[in-house]
């Protein structure tokens, strides 16, 4: 309707001061406002574009509204993640504005911040940074330290240092953020609780997501009493605190915020609206990681059904969708189907952001991945090294995403049975990792325990038993000693020390796994009961009997309580029982 008006209103115009007015280069912009907010980008630049052409015809190239005009337009090309195109916008702006405003004014201030909004989109995280304390130096001399524009800044500087995975530094700023907007806005506003839920967003990255869910609470408490549950604020925290349930694994509870979210959305947006389709989109996430992988996949194609109609196939978020649909395809054994929507993923990226961006890789990897699954390793190696070439030229070799581009590569190798390969590759993106990330970082425990996988696969226990020592170590520092993925740890040092003859050592590691298992799982639990049957081997090879029946006698009584007597868990471990009491009597 306001694209009807503001027509209307061009036409008019035209017809009463011509082309070359500013009337009309304004009647231009609205309209291209009006298409950028309904999602219309394409006609959003051409109209911002005929704007700023008649502006600098009327009122010269070096003038505020000239420099407005790059600004609105590098806006709406960071939008379609044409990130070089709003730079190059932005810095035309920014030039007219230290000529002609000069550096210490605000809207010098708000192009920098732009700038670094669209740095720390490109991924370029150092240079978004520099940008944003330009901008904070310029607001706090004119504005001072106790302002909401000096706490939008400090916002900004928290989320490119949380992109960096320096949680601390970013939370830093965000409480820098929060401080100010208590003090001059109050805990009652939208700015304070969104500073909430950016908190709570980084504790959600430590993977703490109690703690995510603590603050995000707080967030929602306040948009609730602001808003009102019918309000699209609102709904978006909802879904914040569903991410987070998905990630403690209650999926149910994740479930019942995303709906709610969800419900929000289609009484005040309605069905075919983006914020709909993201938290169809999200609730398949969910249901992907339950494991339920039909309903996830009838959730995305919801999702891109939403985002076919109101942003078209080209549209960085239908694209995504597209490769989100590849993965579940995956992760439910239709390599066929995977194939397809990484395939379409792809094909639009290279349209739309050309072969040399890092989500281009990212397509070229996931492709590989699957044509590894379908045994084509030709097609697999083919894939992944257009994705690391790729990365190389656009991220360098001392990245993280290019360090997982050499990652994906030693999967595939390990996977043809190439371990020397595998090892190369694994190794490099180890180094990578460990420059780039730091030692303590868990995506280092992961190449720590990708590379024990190859010492593994090439005979060389003890030095797989050292990586995973390493990996453990990690894991221990960043997520506790109960948490799911030390647990795996232990199991597979556990399993390294068995094989390599050291039953002490592997009945001491199983016996972490069992107490955690029976922490999280209960004791009447089959995965208790295998925790207990690994015990009970490990101390039979260490010549520790009494302890190896006792254990046996538990995984045999859980077996039998929770899959049945006659199952053949239940039985393999009677019969290992017998076995045991047999050869203990003989001794």
Partial sequence: KAIELYEKGLAIDLKTHGEDHASTATAYVNIAFASDSKGDFEKAIEFYKKGIAIQVKVLGENHPTV????????????????????????????????????????STAITLSNLGSTSDSKGDYDTAIVYYQRALTIQLKTLGEDNPSVATTYNNLGLAFSHKDEFDTALEYYDKALTIQLATLGEEHPNTASTFNN?????????????????????????????????????????????????????????????????????TLGEEHPNTANTYGNLASTFKRQG???????????????????????????????????????????????????????????????????????????????????????????????????????LGEEHPGTANGYNSLGLVFSEQGDCDKALKNWERALAIRVQVLGEDHLHTAVSYGNVAIAHKNKGNLDKAIECL???????????????????????????????????????????????????????????????????????YRHGNHD???????????????????????????RQDLQAMRGNQEEE
């Fill in 67 to 106: 420099a407005t005009g790059y600004g609105n337009l590098g806006r709406t090309y960071n939008s379609i993640a044409n990130y070089d195109a709003a730079i190059e916008n932005f810095e035309r702006g920014l030039a007219i504005q230290l000529k002609t405003l000069g550096e210490y004014h605000p």
């Fill in 199 to 267: 908190i709570g967003l980084v504790h959600h990255k430590k993977r703490d997501p109690e703690q995510a869910i603590s603050f995000y609470s707080r967030g929602q408490a306040i948009q609730l009493k602001v808003f009102g549950e019918d309000h699209p604020i609102v709904a978006v925290s909802f879904g914040n605190m569903g991410s987070a349930f998905k990630d403690l694994g209650d999926f149910d509870k994740a479930i019942e915020f995303l709906e709610r979210g969800l419900n929000v959305e289609l009484k």
């Fill in 292 to 394: 339920n992988y039909a309903k996830a996949i009838e959730y995305f194609e919801r999702c891109l059904a939403i985002q076919l109609k109101v942003l078209s196939e080209d549209h960085p978020t239908t694209i995504a969708t597209y490769g989100n649909l590849g993965g579940t395809y995956d992760w439910a054994g239709n390599c066929e189907k995977a194939t397809e929507s990484h395939s379409k993923a792809l094909e639009l990226k290279l349209k739309t952001l050309g072969r040399d961006h890092a989500s281009t890789a990212d397509s070229y990897n996931s492709l590989g991945l699957v044509h590894s699954k379908q045994g084509d390793f030709e097609k697999a190696v083919e894939c992944l090294n257009q994705a690391l070439a790729i990365k190389l030229t656009v």
């Fill in 469 to 539: 020592g390493l990996e453990l170590q990690i894991k221990i520092k960043q997520l506790g000693d109960d948490h799911p993925d030390t647990v795996n740890s232990y199991g597979k040092l556990a399993w390294s020390h068995d094989n390599n003859d050291d039953y002490g050592k592997a009945a001491e590691f199983y016996e972490k796994v069992l107490a955690a298992r029976v922490t999280t799982l209960g004791k009447d639990h089959p995965e208790t009961a295998i925790s207990y049957n690994n015990v009970a081997l490990a101390h």
């Fill in 547 to 573: 302890a190896a029946i006792e254990a046996m006698e538990q995984a045999a009584e859980i077996f039998s309580a929770t899959l049945g007597p006659e199952h053949p868990n239940t039985t393999g471990c």
